[in-house]
């Protein structure tokens, strides 16, 4: 996750907002929330890591981004998977 990969740096989320040009507010929002491609990476350039390592250690095998109507939605488990799918049939 962002959050344990910001702390594993020894970093803040406002000195990573401040790498990024914005508000730690802002960028907690944006963790918090539903990140887009574009603000990923922004983070993993701010923390000097690949995209990929924002996503690492899930542990159960299944992650990854799909964009669907202009939204990013971040799939990290079977549950998360099953919720997108419904969320998009019931579009």
Same mark, same amino acid.
């Given at each position: 996750? =962002?959050?344990?990969? =910001?702390? *594993?740096?020894?970093?803040?989320?406002?000195? /990573? *907002?401040? &790498?990024?040009?914005?508000?730690?507010? *802002?960028?907690?929002?944006?963790?918090?929330?539903?990140?887009?491609?574009?603000?990923?990476? &922004? =983070?993993? =350039?701010?923390?000097? /890591?690949?995209? &990929?390592?924002?996503?690492?250690?899930?542990?159960?095998?299944?992650?990854?981004? /799909?964009?669907?109507?202009?939204?990013?939605?971040? /799939?990290?488990?079977?549950?998360?998977?099953? &919720?997108?799918?419904?969320?998009?049939? *019931?579009?």
């Amino acid at each position: 996750s =962002i959050k344990k990969l =910001i702390k *594993a740096k020894g970093l803040t989320i406002e000195e /990573v *907002a401040t &790498r990024m040009g914005i508000t730690g507010p *802002a960028l907690s929002q944006t963790i918090n929330g539903n990140p887009t491609i574009d603000m990923l990476e &922004r =983070i993993s =350039i701010a923390l000097e /890591v690949d995209i &990929r390592s924002l996503f690492e250690g899930t542990g159960n095998g299944l992650y990854g981004l /799909v964009q669907y109507k202009g939204s990013t939605y971040k /799939v990290d488990s079977q549950e998360s998977l099953k &919720r997108l799918i419904a969320l998009i049939e *019931a579009k």
